[in-house]
């Protein structure tokens, strides 16, 4: 075995012994990416440079225009290999990203696991329907105690009450008759009523008698308002 090989042997055992933890890892993997995004700047700063040199020599010099387009041949080729090996960090980084949040969320479900296991190590399902059943019923009990309150409460007093009705109707009926007996009609004038002068000599006798029954009429409306005035 070659002294070279020795060398990654050993130098392959004792990460395995020591491993780096992610948090590590991705740190390095980060500091790679910043690096070779620097050396991907400068290699295309120095390929426009190296164009710019071989348009200024052109025809002037060509060998230093060739020399120019030869470098930025070079570049170009190492631009293309850093771009390879940045999209390789890159992808390893983000695979390494993965496992740890995958490693970190296997890591908080077992802990929740092993919590919620814990907790229901003090708790007895006969206990809980048995709980449920007493809150059900307590439940029904205070719905009826609300239910009782809110009705109109009704004593039994054994009366009908349409007799009662017809008893006060009666009552009433009473006290108007007393009302209409004691009231006093007025007196009717035992002397006649004086005669009408007559305005004209000529005035047939049938108008005297329909004036003298409508003066009558309305005498007898008279004393009939003051009987209701009284009677209220």
Excluded at 14 to 30: D, F, G, H, I, N
Excluded at 102 to 110: A, F, K, P, Q, S
Excluded at 135 to 160: K, M, P
């Amino acid at each position: 075995m070659s002294k070279l090989g020795k060398f990654f042997k050993g130098t392959r055992s004792s990460r395995a012994r020591a491993a780096p933890s992610a948090q590590e890892a991705l740190a390095r993997l980060r500091e790679t990416e910043e690096m070779l995004a620097k050396k991907q700047e400068y290699l295309e700063n120095r390929i426009q440079r190296e164009l710019a040199l071989a348009k200024k020599h052109g025809s002037q010099n060509k060998r230093a225009a060739l020399q120019a387009l030869k470098r930025k041949k070079r570049f170009e080729k190492q631009l293309t290999q850093v771009d390879g090996t940045l999209s390789t960090i890159e992808f390893q980084r983000e695979a390494l990203e993965n496992s740890h949040t995958n490693t970190e969320v296997l890591r908080n479900m077992g802990f929740a696991a092993k919590a919620m296991k814990a907790v229901h190590e003090n708790m007895d399902l006969n206990k809980i329907d048995d709980l449920m059943q007493d809150i059900t019923e307590q439940q029904d009990i205070a719905q009826e105690i609300s239910e009782a309150f809110s009705q109109r409460v009704q004593f039994a007093d054994g009366f009908d009450e349409a007799e009662l009705l017809a008893e006060l109707e009666e009552l009433e009926q009473e006290e108007l008759n007393k009302k209409m007996t004691s009231l006093e009609l007025p007196n009717v004038p035992s002397s006649s009523l004086p005669a009408q002068p007559s305005r004209k000599a000529s005035m047939p006798s049938s108008v005297h008698r329909s004036r003298a029954a409508s003066s009558r009429r309305a005498d007898e409306d008279d004393d009939f308002k003051q009987l209701a005035a009284w009677a209220t």
